[in-house]
Nanobody, 123 residues
Framework: QVQLVESGGGLVQPGGSLRLSCAAS????????MGWYRQAPGKQRELVAT???????NYADSVKGRFTISRDNAKNMVFLQMSSLKPEDTAVYYC?????????????????WGQGTQVTVTS
């Protein structure tokens, strides 16, 4: 069973920065599409940023130019650098790993989530 563990959340003032980390157990990260999602109170979980196994990135319009997703396959880690934070960025941030494993028994899709880390932006 793969585990994803997020860290780096906290309380920050508007305009500040935080760097979230996601550590993956095992060695799936290098061939997984990784993503950061967030869920604010009373709202649905939404995509923040993704990075494919080939390092293609995608961002929600609300975070473009402020957030950067990156990965370190050697360390089995994914990061989300967040700058110019706004109160509306307040949410629980979740790390996600998805992909397909091909074995002699066929292809198996997987989709793993971390437990989340709280980010609060307030003055």
């Amino acid at each position: 069973q793969v585990q994803l563990v997020e860290s780096g959340g906290g309380l920050v003032q508007p305009g500040g920065s935080l760097r979230l980390s996601c550590a993956a157990s095992g060695s799936i990260l290098s061939f997984s599409d990784m993503g950061w999602y967030r869920q604010a109170p009373g709202k649905q979980r939404e995509l923040v940023a993704t990075i494919s196994s080939g390092d293609s990135t995608n961002y929600a319009d609300s975070v473009k130019g402020r957030f950067t997703i990156s990965r370190d396959n050697a360390k089995n880690m994914v990061f989300l650098q967040m700058s110019s934070l706004k109160p509306e960025d307040t949410a629980v941030y979740y790390c996600n790993a998805e992909g397909t494993v091909v074995t002699s028994q066929g292809a198996h899709d997987y989709d793993y989530w971390g437990q989340g880390t709280q980010v609060t932006v307030t003055s």
